[in-house]
């Protein structure tokens, strides 16, 4: 294939999975413009290995990268430093953006459910995004995060329970 | 099976990832205990709240844009200078992509030195796929959208000279979305569209020439699946990036049905 041609074919395959590729990174960035400059960064190195890539599923490996990307943007050592604690996780999204008073938090539920997916830990935070949003196996999650499928199945476990909480609290908050 | 083995395996029961047998364990493990039940219900109230499709993220429109211009030109191109190449970039994609499968047909019909059966199949298959990707690219993925078997089946009368089978399988996580017309092997076919999660199916449909039943061929394109068979004087063709053994179980599903 001569450059011409590899450049079509990239371009014919790797472009349908933008969306895929905007969301995982819209989720780890938290913001839009970072996940744009992730996306574009992902797509490049993509590119680069296109021509050596061996396998078949682009879509995995097409995240595989956007993730990576996505880490190093954000120091991923730091992250991992950082990892779990809930509640510190949640403070630090107030900070930034403090929750309304009560009888302003009638927001919709889609808001509601972005922000408690936010909140996550990053960890579980890609897992449920993977699974939930991205449609993803837990085999190929396992690809895409380099994790054995046990613990893509502890952290979706996890996930979703923390998720439920916050949600729940949620609910009952603007029940009041 | 105890409520901690449960509570371990609860979320892939739901995601359907089990093996069948541990399957039915957690299965009549629920049935008995109300506990577990409760969990279920609480993973199932999250799942719901996450599948609202206003959760995800719209890609901006701009996104497509930048990366095109981001990529490397490659060598021809380059002599056009960048400005013309990004104001052509989106009107050059599917040009792009008749390119790419024109290489494809034609190494197809370099290196087939086998059967002519395989080589048409495989012809076929890069067509489906091209029409598959087509269909995601251009916008154009649905002339009926529309959720009801009983509303695609009819809209498809004359403007086809034949009735495809149009099945609803929602229940097993294969929903159809809508259907339109499509222009394959030379003919106009049906072409169905079923979501599966995010995943787009196309299945096109079109009566066979032998009339009969065979088994399904399978083959796999970069990163896509594609499965073709017959049943009931109709030729099925399925192309999809979800994994092998989904679009099989979709297959057969298709395949079950009178």
């Given at each position: 294939?001569n450059?011409e041609?590899?450049?079509a074919?990239?371009?014919?395959l790797?472009?349908?999975?933008?969306?895929?590729?905007?969301n995982l990174?819209r989720?780890?960035?938290?913001?839009q413009?970072d996940?744009e400059?992730?996306v574009?960064e992902?797509?490049l190195?993509?590119?680069?290995?296109f021509?050596?890539f061996?396998?078949t599923n682009?879509r995995?490996?097409?995240l595989r990268?956007?993730r990576n990307?996505c880490y190093s943007?954000?120091g991923?050592?730091?992250?991992?430093e950082?990892?779990?604690?809930?509640?510190?996780?949640s403070?630090?999204i107030?900070?930034h953006?403090?929750?309304p008073p009560?009888s302003l938090?009638?927001?919709?539920?889609?808001e509601?459910?972005?922000e408690?997916i936010?909140?996550?830990?990053v960890e579980?935070?890609?897992?449920?995004v993977?699974?939930?949003i991205?449609g993803?196996s837990?085999k190929?999650?396992?690809?895409v995060t380099?994790?054995p499928i046990g613990?893509?199945m502890s952290?979706?476990?996890?996930?979703?329970?923390q998720?439920?909480?916050?949600l729940a609290d949620r609910?009952?908050?603007d029940q009041? | 099976m105890?409520c901690?083995?449960?509570?371990d395996?609860?979320?892939?029961?739901i995601?359907n990832?089990?093996?069948?047998?541990?399957?039915i364990?957690?299965?009549?493990?629920l049935?008995?205990c109300s506990?577990?039940?409760?969990l279920?219900?609480?993973?199932?109230?999250v799942?719901?709240?996450?599948?609202?499709?206003q959760?995800?993220?719209e890609?901006?429109d701009?996104l497509?844009g930048?990366i095109?211009?981001?990529?490397?030109?490659?060598?021809?191109t380059?002599?056009?200078g960048s400005?013309?190449r990004?104001?052509i970039?989106?009107?050059?994609?599917?040009?792009?992509?008749?390119a790419?499968?024109?290489v494809?047909?034609g190494l197809?019909?370099?290196?087939?030195?086998a059967?002519?059966?395989r080589s048409?199949?495989?012809?076929?298959?890069?067509?489906v796929?091209?029409?598959?990707l087509?269909?995601l690219?251009a916008?154009?993925l649905l002339?009926?959208?529309?959720?009801?078997q009983?509303?695609?089946?009819?809209?498809?009368?004359?403007?086809l000279?034949?009735s495809?089978?149009?099945q609803d399988?929602?229940?097993?996580g294969?929903?159809?979305i809508?259907?339109r017309?499509d222009?394959?092997?030379?003919r106009?076919v049906?072409a169905?569209?079923?979501q599966r999660?995010k995943h787009i199916?196309n299945?096109?449909i079109?009566?066979?020439e032998?009339?009969g039943s065979?088994a399904?061929?399978?083959f796999?394109?970069d990163?896509?699946?594609?499965?073709?068979w017959?049943?009931d004087g109709f030729?099925?063709?399925?192309v999809?990036?979800?994994n092998?053994?989904?679009l099989r179980?979709?297959?057969?599903l298709?395949?079950?049905?009178?």
């Amino acid at each position: 294939m001569n450059d011409e041609q590899t450049r079509a074919h990239f371009e014919a395959l790797m472009l349908p999975l933008m969306n895929d590729a905007y969301n995982l990174a819209r989720w780890l960035m938290k913001n839009q413009e970072d996940a744009e400059d992730q996306v574009q960064e992902s797509y490049l190195r993509a590119f680069r290995f296109f021509a050596s890539f061996q396998g078949t599923n682009f879509r995995a490996w097409l995240l595989r990268i956007v993730r990576n990307t996505c880490y190093s943007a954000l120091g991923a050592r730091k992250l991992r430093e950082k990892e779990v604690p809930l509640e510190e996780e949640s403070d630090e999204i107030e900070d930034h953006s403090p929750l309304p008073p009560v009888s302003l938090a009638r927001k919709a539920t889609v808001e509601a459910v972005r922000e408690a997916i936010a909140a996550l830990p990053v960890e579980f935070r890609e897992a449920v995004v993977l699974r939930e949003i991205e449609g993803l196996s837990y085999k190929e999650i396992s690809q895409v995060t380099e994790v054995p499928i046990g613990t893509v199945m502890s952290r979706l476990a996890r996930a979703r329970h923390q998720l439920y909480l916050m949600l729940a609290d949620r609910k009952e908050r603007d029940q009041l | 099976m105890n409520c901690r083995e449960c509570h371990d395996f609860i979320d892939a029961y739901i995601d359907n990832e089990l093996d069948v047998a541990t399957a039915i364990l957690v299965k009549q493990h629920l049935r008995d205990c109300s506990q577990c039940q409760q969990l279920l219900e609480s993973r199932k109230v999250v799942g719901a709240l996450l599948k609202n499709p206003q959760v995800p993220f719209e890609v901006p429109d701009s996104l497509r844009g930048k990366i095109q211009s981001a990529l490397p030109p490659a060598a021809s191109t380059a002599k056009h200078g960048s400005g013309r190449r990004s104001a052509i970039a989106w009107f050059s994609v599917p040009l792009a992509l008749a390119a790419a499968f024109a290489v494809v047909l034609g190494l197809v019909f370099l290196y087939q030195g086998a059967t002519i059966d395989r080589s048409r199949g495989n012809a076929l298959a890069n067509e489906v796929m091209s029409s598959h990707l087509r269909s995601l690219l251009a916008t154009h993925l649905l002339d009926v959208p529309s959720t009801d078997q009983h509303t695609v089946k009819p809209w498809f009368d004359g403007k086809l000279k034949f009735s495809p089978p149009v099945q609803d399988f929602s229940e097993h996580g294969f929903r159809l979305i809508g259907g339109r017309l499509d222009y394959l092997n030379g003919r106009e076919v049906a072409a169905l569209v079923y979501q599966r999660n995010k995943h787009i199916i196309n299945l096109f449909i079109w009566p066979s020439e032998s009339g009969g039943s065979t088994a399904g061929q399978s083959f796999v394109k970069d990163g896509f699946n594609v499965l073709h068979w017959e049943h009931d004087g109709f030729e099925f063709w399925a192309v999809s990036d979800v994994n092998a053994v989904d679009l099989r179980a979709f297959a057969s599903l298709e395949m079950q049905q009178p």
